[in-house]
């Protein structure tokens, strides 16, 4: 299974899937990208190490630099858009490539104290995991 992970700036949520998924199926083929690439967010970073080691190869990346590295559309098996905007600029997928929409609140945009950001961090985070887990297990 060759998955792709795809939000705008590739920072947080995109990175929190690959990551988690990578956890779930490392026998998968697991990617994200963004439309843009906004490097990583630090608070993502910290959220996720709280799940264990990151993947030394986890940087911000950009759609066409996924493309050109070898991973076009057509061979990824399901592709998830994250929030709108990468599901409205999301290209047009080959018909067998199974594409989702999980439209999550932007843990970067969220205010407040240190120890509240951190809680909006996890909470996608724990999102991201729960809706992954029932994935997989549909998979199986």
């Known amino acids: 299974m060759k998955v792709l992970f795809l939000c705008t700036g590739n920072s947080c949520r995109s ?5 988690l998924l990578r956890r779930l199926r490392p026998d998968w083929q697991i990617h994200s990208a963004g439309l843009e690439a906004h490097g990583l967010n ?29 991973h076009p559309l057509d061979s990824f098996d399901r592709v998830v858009t994250l929030c709108g905007d990468a599901r409205d600029r999301c290209p047009m997928l080959p018909r067998h490539v ?23 961090f996890r909470r996608v985070r724990d999102d991201l995991n729960h809706r992954m887990r029932q994935w997989v297990t549909l998979q199986e």
């Open 15 to 19: 990175q929190m899937g690959e990551i």
């Open 98 to 120: 199974f594409h989702e929409h999980w439209g999550l609140p932007d843990p970067a945009k969220f205010f407040g104290s240190e120890r509240e950001i951190l809680g909006h």
């Open 42 to 70: 630090p608070v993502m970073l910290q959220v996720m190490e709280e799940g264990g080691q990151l993947p030394a190869d986890l940087h911000s990346k950009t759609l066409d630099e996924l493309l050109a590295a070898g």
